[in-house]
């Protein structure tokens, strides 16, 4: 399934920037970023388990914030893309 993954990390201390650098690289293993705190994962129901694990345990939950938004099957036609950055084909072959 297609989640997209927003998150608002506080980083008005050293240990808050360190948990936005952490949320972030758990986010690149799942996903492509879209937005600076925005990702685009697409997920079987194990993995999106064990990444709302990994980020909950992360965050600081009285100053941070994480939403899931749970995209339909028919994701790509209720998704539009202006501007830089153009996306992946996320379900395509991954070449580097």
């Not at 129901?45 to 009285?62: H, S, T």
């Amino acid at each position: 399934m297609m989640v997209v993954i927003t998150y608002d990390v506080s980083t008005e201390t050293s240990a808050g920037k360190t948990r936005l650098r952490k949320v972030a690289k758990q986010c690149t293993n799942y996903g492509q970023r879209v937005q600076n705190s925005v990702f685009e994962c697409l997920l079987d129901a194990a993995q999106l388990k064990q990444l709302q694990n990994r980020l909950q345990q992360l965050i600081n939950p009285e100053t941070d914030s994480l939403r899931f938004y749970y995209l339909q099957d028919n994701w790509r036609s209720h998704v539009e893309h202006f501007g830089v950055k153009a996306g992946l084909d996320l379900e395509g072959p991954l070449i580097l």
